[in-house]
């Protein structure tokens, strides 16, 4: 089966990948000591675009920016522009169907360009054509991204693939092919000797099949082309094409201090400073599976700085949805939190304690370096040398362990519910569009932060009336509207009617709540 009818057939589902933002890109070029394109206006072009799930929102909330699509699937590109016609239009994107290969000098020069879950699963003269056009497309400040399978962590995988090709080779539907290949990985779980390596693979297996959805699966298991490699062949072979390593999107596997310290001295005089190479072999540490690696010209290799200075954090704001996670029962004043990772660190002094509440409290808008400042001269009672230096040496630490995120500042993002909420026209037309034809008791949308997330249908009716012009008052007068047309039903515990009284203190108090939610979900916009 050509690659192009498998992907007609079995259409890869389309997301948002947060890492690959240029925002996020930009932040990080930034933090290296580089000068990226700001994303408000940049070119971005995403190849193997699939429907469009990851860049559609970048065209919605960058309308200075030009966002260009391809991908070798007809019925993909048909689904994304229904998708974009749909909502009402983006006049800044494109959605191309198209090879990858024929993409040349006239399509322009891109600041960003964005490759997620292709590399892998292409030929190799389809690899070398997107590094080919990640070189001769990409502007002189300009920043790849590339996700990819790697060894050794996809050794054992490789062993679950073969046996799942092996039991539904003859098998031409997808949906009977994916149910034989899913019955092999739990019939080997359960008979594979106790104790082989076999086994332990298998367990894997069994956990990746059954946590991970259909169309996952059949693309990262099943589909003609899953070419895994070592990270340093990644490196030459983007080498090939004068492309360098700038670092990786989730910047925290970098950094040696994160990882056991019984291996940081070792590694450390085994690679002699050659950065590359102590990547690779923290691979072998941890057993990665996948990357997503950045690349740049090898001409603005030489402009890299690694080290993350306290210095040049002041240009940055930043962000986290810290989770408290103390025990109950510790008797010190030490908080210990949670990132998104699952990586903890302890707040054991002012200066962290008030990074932390800054940021818990505008999640997820950030907090510019100048007003953590601000507050933490005035929780400690610090001047405003020492806070500046206390501030700048919590901030790195926390930037290295991953415990918190950094962009540069931006004023889309709300920290707060104003008078008059508003999102994006695009986001309000989504969920308008739900709210006319439900096609069940949720749907998704990707936040600010460019992450998908379900609303139900009393949310989406409220996001799809937040314009910027009406108030708590206009609100509820339009949901008490919208009871009245058996748009919106509201019942007492015991499913009874509400009384008219009844109904508008009903909205007066869960509309706000609605909106806070919104709001710490990333879709509402300053005003």
Known sequence: MELEQYYDEVPYASHPFQSSRPENLQALGTLFGLTPANPETCRVLELGCASGGNIIPL???FPNAEIVGVDLSRVQIENGQATVDANGGLKNLSLRHGSI?????????FDYVICHGVFSWVPPEVQDAILRVASENLTENGIVYISYNTYPGWKAREVIRDAMLLRSAKEQDPGRR?????????????????????????????????????????????EPYNAPMYFQQFVEKAGEHDLAYLGD??????????????????????????????EQYLDYVVGRTFRQSLLIHRDAADKVLRAVSPENLEKFAFWSNLKDVTPPEAQTEVTEFQDDFGNRFNANNSVVRTIV?????????AASFEELLKEVIAKTGMDAETARKELGEALRVMVVKASIGLVLPSTLIASEVTEKPQTLDYLRQ??????????GTSTSVTSLTHRDI????????????????????????????AVSNQVLNVTNREGQPLSESEIESHFRQTIPVALDSLRRSGLLIKE
């Open 430 to 439: 989504a969920a308008a569009n739900f709210i006319k034809n439900p096609t």
């Open 357 to 365: 509440e800054v940021m818990r409290s505008r999640f997820p808008a």
């Open 101 to 109: 290969a024929d993409i040349d000098e006239s399509w322009g020069k």
């Open 178 to 222: 994916l149910a034989l290949a899913k019955g092999i990985v739990d019939f080997l779980n359960d008979h594979v000797a106790e104790g082989s390596l076999l086994k332990a693979a298998m367990k894997d297996g069994a956990g990746i099949v059954n946590k991970h959805d259909p169309t996952y699966l059949a693309h990262e298991f099943l």
């Open 59 to 61: 065209a919605a909330r």
């Open 249 to 278: 999107a989730i910047h925290q596997i970098m950094f040696l201090q994160n990882y056991p310290q019984g291996i940081q001295q070792p590694l450390q005089d085994e690679v002699q400073g050659d950065h590359e190479l102590m």
């Open 454 to 481: 379900s609303m139900d249908f009393y949310a989406a009716w409220i996001l799809s009336h937040l314009d910027g012009e009406k108030g708590l008052d206009a609100l509820v007068e339009l949901a008490k509207t």
